[in-house]
């Protein structure tokens, strides 16, 4: 049975220049993709990079042996020893590795809380993986699950906005309407 891991660095964990070098243009990922998912420790495959993360999402028979081959895999891509980066990932499993996927694609893992761009980069990642063949069952649950959660999230933030804008708009202007200058203020000239 696989086991969820997810492998990776952000903006919290690893400094500008260390990120630039690990982030990945579709077509290494592409390549990382098809690498990653013809090895006997990784059943499937999906990878998310941006300026600010790059993330391996796997599921796998041996996690542990995964987890070696991705960072081996990402240190070749970023032209740096393993050791180098050791100190800046992060490896999440099982319902750890899924929670954070659900928090990255809401934006509230994002150097602005709440950006939605993040959004369309994890809907981007999700069908260059599909594309490449690198997902099954586990990965397309875990990423349509947090796509959806992630619109809902946006639907209901931006539904809350305007709801608690327009009561301070109403507020604002009840306020300035029972003012004594706004009362004596001259009808202006047409």
Request: charged residues 25%.
């Amino acid at each position: 049975m696989a086991e969820l891991l997810a492998l990776g660095m952000s903006h919290k964990t690893a400094p500008l220049g260390l990120r630039e070098r690990v982030a990945m243009t579709e077509g290494r990922a592409a390549g990382v993709l098809r690498e990653l998912v013809e090895a006997p420790e990784v059943q499937e495959v999906a990878a998310i990079s941006t300026c600010n993360r790059t993330e391996l999402y796997l599921a796998a028979p041996d996690p542990v042996g995964a987890e070696a081959l991705a960072l081996g895999i990402l240190a070749r891509e970023a032209g740096t020893p393993p050791t180098e980066l050791v100190g800046h990932l992060y490896s999440l499993r099982a319902a750890d590795a899924g929670l954070h996927l659900f928090r990255v694609t809401a934006g509230l893992d994002s150097m602005i809380v709440g950006e939605a761009e993040v959004q369309g980069q994890v809907k981007r990642a999700y069908e260059l993986a599909l594309v490449e063949g690198a997902t099954g069952p586990i990965l397309n649950r875990l990423f349509r699950g947090a796509l959806a959660a992630a619109l809902l999230a946006l639907v209901i933030t931006l539904w809350y906005q305007r709801r608690v804008h327009g009561e301070i708009k109403r507020q604002f202007t009840k306020e300035l309407k029972g003012r004594p200058e706004a009362r004596e203020r001259p009808a202006r000239d047409r």
